[in-house]
């Protein structure tokens, strides 16, 4: 019997978007230039004074509510919470609810771009003000055609409603064929629907982008296609900082499938009718170098990263720490980090378009990218086009974690388009990623802490050095702007914690390998060293280490809210209950740790298990409570919760990356092991009820304490202390043979 | 030369010296196929040839020549009841994809093990999977939502025989 099937077909090419908004009917809720009081959290979006509106937010002739948000998709659900506050503040079923997915000629400019988990708690302050707006122009337009009062009206399922008259006038059939425009605010500001009132928001709502994930239909940057494509590969040199001495241009041009090479100074690539054959010819250049006479080794960036010496940056100093630290007793202890890689699964790829149309220049761009719009100038740059003539398509992101706030691809393909003439997509192998993209940088930080009498921390110093995040991706103003790289150290500064006396320093170091973004920046870092170190005070001081947080709590918002996820997450973890002693061999044991970032505060309970005989550790469960102010949607919460800690757990257990010879080791997967299923902790999140503040973001806050649980927990497992990441299995074996 | 995809016959070009992720995706439109390593270490690039999962990444193109191909975009074809196929009805139950760039790879994995294996236990399963990666670190569902599949299945499979 013939049964209806989802009918899925081959992907046909791409289309050019091109309609924009101006031709449609519909309600157009733009933001004008200079109604920054809208704005305020939504700080760096920017809306052109006199240009085509920047629409955030339409309503259709046909009633559907349309969003246009420049945030990347890339796996954290932002496109349904989207949904979720726009279909609130309309009144509206979330079907009526669209996101568009637009290129950079129809989503309103956003400089910032999509990191940070600032998303959430930027844009929905905003959305939630525009779709106000829309909401109260078209209950004005009801009043009026009903001849009553706005008051009387209300707004349920797409219309406004007027008990008394029995009538109920839909979106759609009040705007009618008009176009309307509005500048946000020009009417004053709306009236916005109570908090308690929500129907979407802090519901579990389906992603919107899932059934194209399950079904292959989803797509990505990678993804992109147009007729006649070729397929791109640029020559990168082998070690750090090696020069071009001589290639075979004729070689690789002969290649069978390959088109042309390209080359323009150092540029050199190769254009092919497959992507096999680009990679074939690249290798036929058989491109001689010359090499830095000291290739860079590990040992060097190790050496080089202590703290100490000029340039040090007080990020916090209060009371006298010397005085206290000679008050004694003092305990003291240093925690290193290694290199770490995005990994993303989809890796850098883009498809570039660049011509002359009717005698005018255009580019295109179809990349997964973190910062579309920051990325037209990156593009009109490297093929001298003006910005106006560039135009940059974002689709589905395979992953993004900061790597993909950057698109050199997108900028290799876009030069060779240029060049070949025809559109042509280049995408980077693992190898290429791994030694040209940029890693998260090495930390290595020394603490010192001194204890009174009855086992409170009286001086607590922190020296943390790093690798640069901000200063490796961004020019080097910005560090004039900001005043300091707090990429580096993101979460080096507890604000939850009081301590009477307090100084943390850091300094920054050079790798040779460019170092950046990576999914929390300093924050798994830096949490580890401190609250590794919270552990080791608080058994010097012979106590719980969950009551001697506990105890070491700020009275403010932030120690309190801390206070209250702790307690939680001792009780989800039933901490007070001594975990069962297997009779397997293997030891286990709990650890606790916490972290408070971008107003999210977080605590994790791990329990571990470790084999003394081969040093293997397995992360069995991590539980973790957390705040984060308002929840657009907690099944979307949690989502990134198990996330952010499988990243931790591979940080804490597997995940480095070393520098050999002038070259990041690691090729691939195969040397560069990250988390597996097997490996995977049962994770169970819980997550406050707190509707008075926020939405605070939440796609990196988990991340902080992973580590430092785990490796809290292997010391409580066993009674050796690991500080430095990962805890391999030779390093837990070699620990404890030494204890 | 003509592939055998999805039940159909598609020119997919000359196959020499072509791998069979780069054919799927570049000349036929089948990008529902993911490619993430390159190199059979992750999972992604998982396709059916003859119902046996494959890395197409690391597949010669014309060693599919005369096999039967079976994509993401095929894979609810290949099962009996209505809709999509029990493993992509229990990840989106489960909503399980985050990112979704290995979740075909996931899938196709995950649908072949159930097919040999209807009622796995939970170590089973994560011997099936652990060569799949998923760097957005979406294993709690994943474990779950395989279980889920196999309670689907079982219950069809029961009601085709009621
Ligand atoms: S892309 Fe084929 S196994 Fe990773
Ligand atoms: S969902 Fe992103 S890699 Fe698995």
Redesign the pocket.
Not at chain 2, 34 to 46: N, V
């Given at each position: 019997m013939a049964k209806p099937k989802p009918r899925l077909s081959r992907r046909g090419f791409l289309g050019l978007a091109g309609a924009g908004l101006a031709a449609t009917a519909g309600l157009y809720v733009a933001f004008g230039f200079g109604r920054r009081y809208l704005i305020e959290n939504f700080d760096r979006l920017q809306s052109a004074p006199d240009a085509e509106p920047n629409s955030w937010l339409a309503v259709t002739a046909a009633g559907t509510v349309r969003v246009y948000m420049p945030k990347a998709e890339m796996g954290q659900g932002v496109h349904t919470a989207f949904q979720q506050i726009a279909a609130d503040e309309l009144y509206v079923p979330l079907a009526q609810v669209e996101i568009v997915l637009g290129d950079t000629t129809v989503l309103p400019e956003d400089a910032r771009g999509t990191n940070g988990s600032s998303s959430i708690a930027s844009v929905y302050p905003a959305l939630r003000q525009a779709a106000a707006y829309a909401r109260e122009m078209l209950k004005a337009e009801a009043a009026q055609k009903l001849g009553v009062s706005a008051a009387v009206l209300t707004v349920a399922g797409g219309a406004i409603v007027h008990q008394g008259q029995r009538t109920a006038l839909t979106y759609g059939a009040l705007i009618g064929e008009r176009r309307i425009v509005k500048v946000l605010g020009e009417d004053g500001v709306p009236p916005l629907k109570a908090v308690d009132e929500y129907e979407w928001i802090g519901q579990p709502a389906p992603r919107l982008d899932l059934p194209g994930k399950v079904d292959g239909s989803a797509q990505y940057g990678f993804d992109a296609r147009l007729p006649g494509m070729l397929f791109g590969k640029v020559l990168k040199p082998p070690t750090f900082g090696a020069t071009l001495r001589s290639l075979d241009e004729a070689a690789a041009r002969q290649t069978p499938r390959v088109v042309r090479v390209v080359r323009d100074g150092e540029f050199v690539g190769v254009v092919a009718e497959t992507a096999e054959a680009a990679a074939v010819g690249v290798q036929r250049l058989n491109a001689q170098w010359t090499e830095k006479a000291r290739l860079d080794q590990q040992a060097d960036v190790e050496a080089a990263l202590p703290p100490g010496g000029p340039g040090g940056q007080v990020l916090r100093e209060a009371g006298d720490v010397a005085a206290a630290l000679r008050q004694g007793p003092v305990v003291e202890a240093e925690y290193q980090t290694p290199f770490a890689a995005h990994m993303m699964l989809e890796p850098p790829a883009a498809l570039a378009h660049v011509r002359q149309e009717a005698g005018q220049w255009r580019a295109d761009v179809w990349t997964s990218t973190q910062g579309a719009s920051s990325l037209v100038g990156s593009v009109a740059r490297a093929t001298g086009l003006q910005a106006e003539q560039v135009v940059v398509h974002p689709l589905y992101l395979g992953g993004g974690f900061g790597r993909k706030s950057v698109a050199d691809v997108a900028l290799e393909a876009a030069r060779l388009s240029q060049a070949a003439g025809a559109p042509v997509r280049v995408h980077w192998d693992r190898a290429e990623e791994l030694q040209n993209g940029f890693l998260r940088p090495p930390t290595h930080s020394r603490l010192r802490a001194a204890l009174t009498a009855d086992g409170r921390i009286a001086g607590w110093e922190n020296q943390q050095a790093s690798g640069l995040v901000f200063l490796g991706i961004l020019p080097p103003v910005v560090k004039t702007v900001l005043g300091w790289d707090f990429g580096a150290t993101r979460g080096a500064v507890p604000a939850h914690y009081a301590f009477p006396n307090h100084r943390t320093t850091a300094w920054l170091r050079d790798t040779p390998v460019r170092t950046g973004f990576w999914r929390g920046l300093g924050l798994l870092p830096n949490v580890f060293a401190v609250e590794s170190f919270m552990d080791e005070l608080a058994h010097a001081a012979g106590q719980d280490p969950l009551r001697f947080r506990l105890a070491h709590l700020a009275s403010d918002s932030i120690g309190q809210r801390m206070r209250s996820v702790l307690e939680r997450v001792a009780q989800m973890a039933a901490w007070e209950q001594p975990l069962a002693p297997r009779t397997d061999g293997w030891q286990v044991g709990r650890g606790v740790a916490v972290c408070e970032d971008v107003k999210t505060v977080v605590a994790q309970v791990a329990e571990v298990a470790v084999n003394p005989a081969t040093g293997a550790v397995i992360a069995e469960r991590v539980f973790c409570a957390l705040d984060c102010g308002l929840v657009i949607n907690p099944d979307i919460v949690k989502a990134q919760v198990e996330g952010n800690v499988m990243w931790g757990t591979s940080s804490a257990l597997v995940e480095a990356v070393t520098i050999k010879d002038g070259r990041v080791a690691a090729t691939n997967?195969g040397d560069y092991p990250i988390l597996t299923i097997r490996q995977a902790p049962l994770v169970l999140t819980e997550i406050s009820v707190n509707k008075s503040e926020g939405p605070y973001g939440i796609g990196e806050p988990p991340i902080g304490p992973t580590a430092a649980a785990i490796a809290n927990a292997v010391f409580a497992a066993t009674g050796v202390r690991l500080r430095r990441l990962p805890l391999t299995p030779d390093r837990v074996l070699e620990a404890l043979r030494a204890a | 030369m003509e592939l055998l995809i999805n039940g159909q016959r598609l020119e997919a070009g000359d196959l020499e010296n072509r791998l069979l992720?780069y054919v799927l995706r570049d000349e036929l439109g089948l990008t529902g196929t993911?490619?993430?390593?390159?190199?059979?270490?992750?999972?992604?690039?998982?396709v059916w040839l003859d119902g046996v999962p494959t890395?197409?990444?690391?597949t010669p193109a014309a060693d599919a020549f005369g096999k039967a191909i079976t994509t993401i975009e095929g894979l609810a074809d290949t099962y009996p009841a209505a809709g999509l196929h029990p493993v992509q009805q229990a990840f989106l139950e489960l909503q399980v994809p985050q990112c979704g760039w290995c979740m075909s790879?996931q899938i196709m994995t995950a649908a072949a093990f159930l097919n040999s294996n209807p009622a796995p236990a939970d170590d089973e399963v994560l011997t099936a999977l652990e060569k799949n990666?998923c760097r957005c670190g979406t294993y709690h569902r994943l474990k779950q939502a395989v279980q889920r599949a196999a309670v689907i299945a079982r219950a069809d499979a029961a009601a085709v025989e009621a």
């Open positions: 997967f | 992720v993911r490619l993430g390593c390159g190199a059979g270490f992750c999972g992604s690039c998982t890395r197409s990444c690391v790879g990666l």
